[in-house]
């Protein structure tokens, strides 16, 4: 979905399939004029596929074209692939590819909330970075003893940002077929046992890491497992309403891309 000042630019489409946007008055009855001083106009994605990438170039194209001496913000809390940050075995440094689409709409600022890792910061030029997570530690953070990290990427991004004990994971996968093969918790016994735990991470999709990183934890005497992503996917919607099968007491979210509402409706039928 993309909005522009709070309006979604997608009226619906024609009967070859193409997008129909709404009208160009509508998007100038949007705008924020008059005023004597250059104003900032508000592009708003919410990535639910690469068509709202092309949604976007059409739309900043026309801004730019209509108030060309204005100033524009993007906010994109959720950046798509994200994940991939670098070449792996045969797959393409797609995040740098997306970054240089964004970069070449030469906005005043792009919003990001969570990035994967740091490689899209240093990709993305004007970019600012929230963690809501921060947030929700300094609000409901004496809830727990302890944080825990799923794997080391997690340990190294967000020990960085948060001040308070922690332990993490490992994971080994099948990069053929994305599958866990095994999973183990870096901690002592001592360290779980009776412990009030909050795993920590980026987004979640199936699921099935943070399922094992429960499962250990529960295993080791952890008294309650409850689980903190800034990005809920669509694919994550079993493993939310499930808790996780399960092993997990809570699940929160910053819900980025206005999943929960969806996820707490009955599934439609096939």
């Not at 866990?180 to 016994?189: G, P, Q, S, T, W």
């Not at 499930?242 to 439609?268: C, H, K, R, W, Y």
């Amino acid at each position: 979905m993309l909005k522009f000042n709070g309006e979604n630019v997608v009226k619906g489409r024609f009967p070859n399939n193409e997008v129909d946007y709404i009208s160009k008055q509508k998007l100038i009855d949007t705008c924020p004029y008059p005023f004597e001083e250059p104003s900032w106009d508000t592009f708003e994605l919410i990535f639910e596929s690469n068509e709202d990438l092309f949604n976007l170039q059409i739309i900043k194209k026309w801004w730019n074209d209509a108030y060309p001496n204005n100033w524009a913000r993007l906010i994109i809390e959720y950046f798509p692939y994200g994940q991939m940050d670098r070449e792996m075995n045969e797959h393409l440094f797609s995040l740098k590819y997306v970054a240089e689409i964004i970069n070449d709409l030469d906005f005043r600022v792009v919003y990001i909330s969570d990035p994967h890792s740091n490689v899209l910061p240093a990709l993305l030029k004007h970019c600012s970075v929230d963690y809501p997570i921060k947030d929700y530690i300094s609000e409901k953070g004496s809830n727990y003893d302890l944080l825990f990290y799923p794997d080391n990427g997690a340990a190294k991004k967000y020990s960085e940002l948060i001040d308070k004990p922690y332990r993490f994971g490992n994971k080994k996968r099948n990069l053929d077929t994305g599958e866990i093969v095994c999973y183990e918790v870096i901690a002592d016994k001592a360290d779980i046992e009776g412990k009030r735990i909050l795993i920590v991470d980026d987004m979640v999709m199936g699921g099935r890491t943070f399922v094992e990183a429960a499962k250990a934890l529960r295993e080791m005497g952890a008294s309650q497992v409850d689980l903190y992503v800034t990005h809920l996917k669509p694919e994550s919607r079993k493993f939310y309403n499930s808790n996780g099968n399960g092993l997990l007491d809570n699940i929160f979210s910053a819900d980025t891309l206005g999943m929960i509402e969806v996820f707490n409706t009955p599934e439609p039928r096939p």
